[in-house]
């Protein structure tokens, strides 16, 4: 099995930046993809960036030239760099992995950080 564990989150006014950050742990054989999702209240979940284990990068429409994710193999991890924040942006955020364990492959989920921008 394997746990991702987000940190990062808070409250920023608008045009600031967060940097999220995520981890994975456990019986861990190899990652593919690590991305971030979002969902505000009201809305479905949207994807906001995934990032191959080659390390190409797709991002949605929205957070283009404004966020940057990255990763480190080496320590299982994902970030997102979120610069000129808006309050559009406010939403819960969720990383996920693709991950191989001894149990099989599948994607796992973080808790969830909340992002607050205020204008």
């Known amino acids: 099995q394997a746990q991702l564990v987000e940190s990062g989150g808070g409250s920023v006014q608008a045009g600031g930046s967060l940097r999220l950050s995520c981890a994975a742990s456990g019986s861990i054989f190899s990652i593919n993809n690590m991305g971030w999702y979002r969902q505000a209240p009201g809305k479905e979940r949207e994807l906001v960036a995934v990032?191959?284990?080659?390390?190409?990068?797709n991002y949605a429409d929205s957070v283009k030239g404004r966020f940057t994710i990255s990763r480190d193999n080496a320590k299982n991890a994902v970030y997102l760099q979120m610069n000129s924040l808006k309050p559009e942006d406010t939403a819960v955020y969720y990383c996920?992995?693709?991950?191989?364990?001894?149990?099989?492959?599948?994607?796992?989920w973080g808790q969830g950080t909340q992002v607050t921008v205020s204008s």
């Open positions: 990032i191959t284990s080659g390390g190409n990068v």
């Open positions: 996920y992995a693709y991950i191989t364990t001894s149990l099989g492959r599948k994607n796992y």
